[in-house]
Every structure is written in structure tokens, then in C-alpha cells.
């Protein structure tokens, strides 16, 4: 490491470790509090660029180059990016043509045409082209896994393509975590298949200077916790910058995965109107789980913001027994929540019941009773989901359980279910 590099690292160290006056940091959880709201990603690829750059003001922060200015567009990816923010950051020149050229094992050029780098991202721009054609999407072709440089390791976390008509060019775009604002270089890694199918790792650098224009990505903290039914969700921060809106927190919820909801239920509100949300993440940490919120750029002028939980998933405790004699058409309730049970049936499997629910329901310590006898559930099979005439999706299931004496109840323990919290949490934008 030479000199200059050592010095950029004692500099980046010690932005690391500003924090908010105590006092102050006191003042703003007041008023938060006050307030009434193995890595698996979702996103939507093409509407995760933002236009305009948002500065918040806030209580720390730090500067620097968090989206290079080169003043040149990058033509042809008109068709791909129209309609996006990506078309108007493009259409700025807010991008860094690379016009990196490779050759491929089938004799595909690949070419890195630009990239646009801020604090939240980096996206990259690339060709294929082949006057022979190229296969599918091209992706068995070229598979990048990241970007390396100094104080940077950036994972591919996302992509999209579009192919011409001849399928012999297809131009796309991938989106990174974001590089280190002092990487002087970067060198993308990337595997392709050999004419035997096996994978080769290939790279290919280039120089990187985010320092042509400077706008300032800013920080903030939120550092507020909201309790749900078996845990804690843990927002810590928000940052803003030309591309997209991110928040990053942290979960320790017992029945997180229990339904496929996810995060998706947690809305931005800009100005008294949701920002889409193009994406959301989480990943293990020690004690819980990291995540992240990914919303389209805020509006601006900027007049009001707040983060609102509007659903998640809840747990109740029901310990209802259900006698299965007046089993029928009329369903039972699990609190405010319908049950039918469809049939119950003595096989040379055991005894079968098929139920219905919600789609939005699943139920835990579930158990049948005979003859002062509990036997707890083996397994479920055969998940339908149906659709009632007043567009209710309802979800059919076989519950199996290990005896062949027809039960007299069935015993439910209690339920996860999609819970609405509308809890809402104000971040100070003045």
C-alpha cells in the first residue's frame, strides 16, 4: 500500500468514527419517539434509478464524490432504460464511459460501455454482441459476481437485458452494491463456460475517478425500534442519493419467515405519497438478521417523510379446540380469521382433514383429539390456493396425522398470520 493509499484509509477511518453530541442525539430520539408508524434479495431492476439528488439535512454527515458527473450519455441503451430515471440521469451525462472490451470463449464481445457509481449503488452498462448470435439472455455466457478495488469488494446484486431482434447484440445493465469512493481502480471478475461447460474466471480493469463533480450523499439516523408479536424491527438508517432511497436496520423476529411477506409491507411516505419500493434484502448477523429497504429517489422539494410499518407478520396465541362433529359449510373463527374444514377422513394413512384458510395463515401446534388421545401433526400435503367469487383467494391444505381413530376435535395452538401494525415513525426533513 503506498502512501497516498494509507492516508485515504486513516481519513476514511476517522469519517467512520463521527457520531452525533449525545445531547443532541438525545434530542432527536425525543422526537422520534413522539412519532405516531442467507442472502435472499427481491427487487425490480428497472425501476431502481432515480432521477433527481436529494439532499436531507441532517444532524451528522459526511461528503464526498457520490455520483461522478462525466457530461457524456451513453448511447444505445435508449430502448432498455426509457421511461426510468436511469434514462434521465443518463440523458445528464451522470455516468462514466468505460469502453472496456473483451472477447469471449465463443468469440462474443463483451463490452463495459459506462457506469454510474453513488453511494447506494453502482450500475454498469455492457454489451454482447455476435454476428453469429448469442444463446438466451446470454447470462450462460457471461456471469460477473463483483467488483474489486481499493476498500471495495462490491457484489452483483441484480440485472436486466434486451436483446435486438437478430439476437446478435443484446445491451443491459447490472446493478452492484456501491464501490469505495477512493477506488482509483476497478476490476470487474466474471466467469464464462469453455466449449466442455466448465466455468472460467476472467476479470477486466479500468480506471475509476469519481472526482469530476461532487454531490453530497448524506446519512441519516433513525435509531428506532418497533416491537412486533415475536421480535424487534430495528431501523438505524436512511440514505438518500440520486439513484434510490435506501434504509438499513436490523430484525431479530422469531416467525420472520413463517409467511412469504417479507419486508414489503413497510411503506415510505414523501410528502404525504408512497415511494415505490424497488427492492428489499436481508441477510444472518449475529443475533438476528441485517436488512435493507430500497425505494425509488425522493421527491424534492422535499416536505415531509416518515417510514410506516403498515403490515408484518404477527403471531396469536388461540388454543381453540374445534369439534369436528359440526364440521360443515359454515366456517370456524380463529379470532377474526375463518377456518373451513372441508372433510375428515380415516385412511390407511391415517386421518386425513382438508382445510381452508386465507392465503395469509398458517397455523402452529396443530393436533387432533380421540378418545382423551392428542396426536400432533405429521405433515401437510397437497396446497391449493382457489378463488371465491368476491376475488377471496383461499388456500386448501391435507392435514395427515398418525392415527386411524376419526377424531372428535382439532386442536389449534395459535396462528401466523399478516398482521396490520401502522406504526409510523417521522424523519425530520427542515
Same mark, same amino acid.
Given at each position: ?15 467512520? *468514527? ?14 422520534? +419517539?413522539?412519532?405516531?408508524? *442467507? ?8 425501476? !431502481? ?168 450523499? &448524506? ?6 425500534? &418497533? ?6 424491527? +430495528? ?30 409491507? &413497510? ?45 408484518? &407478520? ?6 381453540? !379446540? ?25 385412511? *390407511? ?18 393436533? @387432533? ?59 425530520? @426533513?427542515?
Amino acid at each position: 500500500m503506498n502512501h497516498v493509499e494509507e492516508q485515504l484509509l486513516k481519513e476514511k477511518k476517522r469519517i467512520d *468514527s463521527i457520531t452525533a453530541p449525545e445531547e443532541m442525539e438525545a434530542r432527536l430520539r425525543n422526537a422520534l +419517539n413522539g412519532a405516531a408508524r *442467507s442472502r435472499t434479495r427481491w427487487m425490480s431492476p428497472v425501476w !431502481r434509478i432515480a432521477a433527481v439528488a436529494l439532499f436531507l439535512l441532517v444532524i451528522f454527515g459526511y461528503h464526498y464524490n457520490a455520483f461522478a458527473y462525466y457530461g457524456k450519455k451513453l448511447l444505445g441503451f435508449d430502448e432498455l432504460i426509457s421511461g426510468t430515471r436511469l434514462q434521465e440521469l443518463n440523458e445528464q451525462g451522470m455516468g462514466q464511459p468505460v469502453g472496456k472490451q473483451a472477447t469471449l470463449t465463443d468469440g462474443t464481445e463483451l463490452t463495459i460501455d459506462g457506469i454510474m457509481a453513488d453511494a447506494n449503488q453502482l450500475v454498469m452498462y455492457y454489451t454482447l454482441r455476435n454476428p453469429k448470435g448469442i444463446k438466451e439472455d446470454g447470462s450462460r455466457l457471461f456471469w460477473p459476481s463483483k467488483f474489486s478495488g481499493f476498500l471495495t469488494s462490491s457484489n452483483l446484486e441484480s440485472s436486466v437485458s434486451l436483446p435486438n431482434e437478430e439476437h446478435t447484440e443484446i445491451k443491459g445493465t447490472m446493478f452492484f452494491e456501491p464501490v469505495s469512493p477512493f477506488a482509483k481502480k476497478l476490476t470487474l471478475h466474471y466467469y464464462e463456460t469453455d466449449a466442455n461447460n466448465q466455468l472460467i474466471e476472467h476479470s477486466i480493469s479500468f480506471p475509476y475517478d469519481p472526482n469530476q463533480a461532487i454531490l453530497t450523499q &448524506i446519512k441519516y439516523p433513525i435509531h428506532r425500534k &418497533i416491537k412486533v408479536d415475536q421480535g424487534v424491527l +430495528n431501523f438505524q438508517s436512511i440514505t438518500a442519493t440520486p439513484s434510490m432511497t435506501m434504509i438499513k436496520g436490523t430484525l431479530n423476529v422469531d416467525n420472520f419467515d413463517r409467511l412469504p411477506l417479507g419486508l414489503s409491507g &413497510i411503506e415510505l411516505i414523501a410528502n404525504g405519497e408512497s415511494v415505490e419500493m424497488i427492492g428489499s434484502g436481508h441477510s444472518s448477523a449475529p443475533g438476528g438478521r441485517k436488512f435493507d429497504l430500497r425505494y425509488d429517489a425522493l421527491p424534492k422539494p422535499l416536505e415531509s417523510l416518515e417510514l410506516v410499518i403498515q403490515e408484518f &407478520i404477527g403471531y396469536r396465541q388461540l388454543d381453540q !379446540r374445534l369439534p369436528l362433529a359440526s364440521a360443515g359449510e359454515e366456517p370456524f373463527f380463529l379470532a377474526d380469521k375463518e377456518l373451513w374444514v372441508k372433510k375428515v377422513a380415516v385412511t *390407511s394413512q391415517g386421518v386425513e382433514i382438508m382445510i381452508a384458510t386465507g392465503d395469509d395463515i398458517l397455523l402452529d401446534g396443530v393436533s @387432533v383429539e380421540a378418545l382423551g388421545e392428542a396426536t400432533s401433526l405429521r405433515t401437510t400435503v397437497g396446497q391449493i390456493e382457489t378463488e371465491l367469487d368476491d376475488g377471496t383467494v383461499l388456500k386448501e391444505r391435507t392435514l395427515l396425522f398418525d392415527t386411524r381413530v376419526k377424531p372428535e376435535y382439532l386442536y389449534i395452538k395459535g396462528m401466523h398470520y399478516i398482521k396490520a401494525y401502522n406504526e409510523a415513525i417521522e424523519i425530520p @426533513v427542515d
